[in-house]
């Protein structure tokens, strides 16, 4: 029994440090972003040495992103600050690169804006809709995730001939990914509001 005026503890209370390996990753993927467009735009952007650096940077920012929330849902590190920071992290780094590449002129300007509206749009009703229960990202958007990176890396690195070939395909099949999974998200969005509202 516990005793009055003092706070009751127990097992089945549990606090979890902000503190923890998954959030300081996340917080490094962030520190990351800025070092990451220093090498991105050395010398006159289309340097070799660094922009090999700006995607090693980058790949271990996207690293990150795996271990981040495997950590956190797996040994019990979710806290309030992950879940606002992580996909804050992830869109501010995908943004940067897609913006970056667009600056240098080696990604056509309606790809970079296509996405980031979509990401923005998505993000936004994710908040919309916060109250009513959050939906969970489906497997469509975290092959759409994986996808825009890989694609992101590609152009990153400076190939040439059928790499950049290669680099071009994985683009444009993030770009349909993109596309598709945000229409879904929306109805399937859209669905569970009514669905909600029928059961109300």
Do not use: C
Request: charged share 15%; glycine share 8%.
């Amino acid at each position: 029994m516990a005793v009055s005026g003092q706070p009751q503890t127990g097992p089945l209370v549990r606090r979890v440090r902000v503190t923890n390996l998954a959030n300081m990753l996340t917080l490094l993927r962030l520190v990351l972003v800025p070092i990451f467009l220093l090498a991105l735009f050395a010398g006159d952007g289309h340097q070799t040495p660094s922009r090999i650096v700006a995607f090693v940077i980058f790949a271990v920012a996207v690293v990150t992103d795996r271990f981040d929330g495997a950590l956190a849902r797996n040994y019990g590190m979710v806290t309030e600050f992950g879940a606002l920071a992580d996909p804050i992290a992830d869109k501010t780094l995908i943004g940067a690169a897609l913006i970056g590449l667009s600056m240098l002129g080696d990604l056509p300007w309606w790809v970079t804006v296509l996405i980031l509206v979509r990401e923005v749009g998505i993000t936004t009703l994710r908040f919309a809709v916060l109250r009513r229960g959050v939906i969970p990202a489906s497997r469509g958007g975290k092959l759409k995730t994986l996808v825009q990176a890989i694609a992101i890396g590609l152009f990153v690195l400076p190939l040439s001939g059928s790499w950049h070939v290669t680099a071009s395909v994985v683009m444009a099949a993030a770009i349909v990914l993109t596309v598709v999974t945000g229409v879904d998200y929306v109805a399937s969005a859209v669905r569970d509001v009514r669905g909600r509202s029928t059961a109300a």
